[in-house]
């Protein structure tokens, strides 16, 4: 089967499109013939060898896939059905989706809920299914269209783009933070009824800031979070998926014990299974597929290598499909 393969060498690593032999997948109850994976920050990370996201060598990336099950010794899962996955370690620890088959355990796969095809549901990945995570995480908190302007940062990315897309459709303002001031007009496409340059949340961080939003959704972590902690209305929220700008957060207290803030960590890598259940089901009905196919373009699986970088300078622009043969 056609594979990327990621191997380790004297330099550091090398990356390839090759064949691999089926009998080198990893273990698993679970055999899937792969119709689409994607390309995300954390595959670029992997096949360009800037983070140390690959724990074991070799390694197939691609941390999504959809397609349709092959084999299967688990009670869940029959020959025929249509399966996502999103996460569990696959193309770091686990031979991932950019192959022409994949086996898993099939306690990682979430039936394809109607509503959705195949391709859709790669578009929405891992990027969308954190972001559907992230609005359910504002829900929970009490946070409603009508408590105030939403503030999504990174969000002419993957799981921006659909944040906008999905607090929209549900009748929240949004206020979309981009350092890309050429995106304006694709996010105002997807709802986003205010465009914010990033540069209102990268300077020097206040102990607390003008109250502006009441819940915000961030992927980029440090100064960027600790910004919008520090502008949250009384008992406003955020929740936090991503590290784009760094770890650190150089914040304080202040926010959490004067405003009643809430900082709500996501987690989509090992999230539980009846909640990814519910994202998804979410999902199909409640994203516009109209705004999806917007902010979806497709790559050729020849050209996934070089098109890995451009996630590290910040030229992508939302989701990128990856069409695969098995």
């Not at 995480?137 to 990174?154: F, N, Q, T």
């Not at 960590?265 to 009846?274: A, E, F, K, L, T």
């Not at 098109?307 to 030229?315: Q, R, V, Y």
């Amino acid at each position: 089967m056609k594979a990327i393969l990621i191997e380790k060498n004297d330099d550091g690593q090398s990356v390839s499109v090759t064949d691999v032999a089926e009998d080198r997948l990893p273990d698993g109850d679970v055999t899937v013939d792969i119709a689409y994976s994607t390309l995300n920050y954390k595959d670029a990370l992997a096949i360009t060898g800037k983070a140390p996201v690959v724990r074991r060598f070799p390694m197939v990336p691609g941390i999504d896939f959809t397609g349709t099950v092959a084999h299967s010794s688990h009670p869940g899962f029959r020959p025929g059905d249509r399966v996502i996955l999103n996460g569990w370690g696959v193309g770091e620890k686990h031979w991932g989706g950019l192959a022409g088959r994949a086996r898993v355990s099939g306690d990682w796969l979430v039936p394809l809920p109607e509503g959705l095809d195949m391709r859709q549901a790669a578009a929405i990945g891992t990027a969308g299914y954190t972001a559907m995570l992230c609005v359910l995480a504002l829900e929970r908190h009490g946070v409603r269209p009508d408590s105030g302007e939403i503030v999504v940062s990174g969000a002419a990315g993957g799981v921006g783009s659909v944040a906008v897309a999905l607090l929209a459709a549900k009748g929240y303002a949004v206020a979309a933070v981009t350092g890309r001031a050429a995106e304006a007009e694709y996010l105002r496409g997807l709802g986003a009824n205010a465009v914010i340059d990033r540069s209102e949340l990268t300077g020097k961080v206040r102990p607390l800031g003008q109250e502006r939003w009441s819940g915000g959704i961030d992927v980029a972590g440090s100064t960027v979070l600790a910004n919008m902690l520090s502008m949250m209305t009384y008992r406003g929220v955020v929740a936090a998926c991503g590290l784009a700008a760094g770890m650190d957060l150089p914040a304080s207290v202040a926010p959490f014990i004067l405003r009643g803030v809430t900082l709500a960590g996501v987690d989509s890598v090992m999230c539980p299974g009846p909640e990814r259940i519910e994202a998804w089901g979410r999902l199909a009905t409640d994203l516009d597929l109209d705004r999806l196919a917007e902010m979806t373009s497709e790559v050729p699986f020849d050209r996934v290598i070089e098109t890995a970088p451009k996630f590290l300078d910040g030229t992508v622009r939302g989701r990128i499909v990856i069409p695969v043969t098995p």
